[in-house]
């Protein structure tokens, strides 16, 4: 359902398909998209009812990502797992612009349960350590500026990196940044 509605949207805009419409070529009930997408927008984005708190929770009890990642790392692995940034979204984007803002909304609401999963999976217990959310925060981070990269209309898609790539090599620099002693300029 995900990949037509976007191909709908690429190809209608918006208010150019309905739900049913995307029903019926996709050959599911209406009833049945209700039961997976609270919206047309959220089938767009492919953000599917009780899937967020499911991945969740397998993450917070060590699956979905290698568990010998570090937290940052693993919340961007999870990111790179459940993140499908394919050049489909960004034509999406491009010919609806409003629904970067509803994307980047959506990630803003899922941070304080992705900041529960890290907290578990880490044992991290104590309500005054902050780590959890300082991490959450610096995923989040790293995801806005790699989506305002990805984005831009500046970027080439056809020899740009993907989504995945510009990400990882984000929390590398970030990473570099941290951690040099201010010396090191070519990170």
Sequence with gaps: MVVEARRATIEHGLP???????????????????????????????????ATEEMLGAYASGALVPDDLDPLGSVVALAIEQV??????????E???AMVAKF?????????????AVRE??????PDDRRAQLVTEA?????????GEFFDDAFDETNGPTFVALLTENLRQLRAAITT???DHTA
């Design 16 to 50: 150019g398909f309905t739900i049913e419409q995307l029903c019926e070529t996709v050959g599911v009930s209406r009833r049945t998209f209700f039961n997976h997408f609270a919206s047309k927008d959220d089938a767009v984005l492919g953000i599917e009812q009780g």
């Design 84 to 93: 499908h940034v394919e050049a489909l979204v960004r034509r999406v984007f």
């Design 95 to 97: 010919r609806e612009p």
């Design 104 to 116: 980047l909304t959506a990630v803003d609401v899922q941070l304080a349960a992705v900041g529960q």
């Design 121 to 126: 999976r880490f044992g991290w217990t104590d």
């Design 139 to 147: 995923a989040a981070g790293l995801l806005k500026v790699t989506a």
């Design 181 to 183: 002693t201010g010396q």
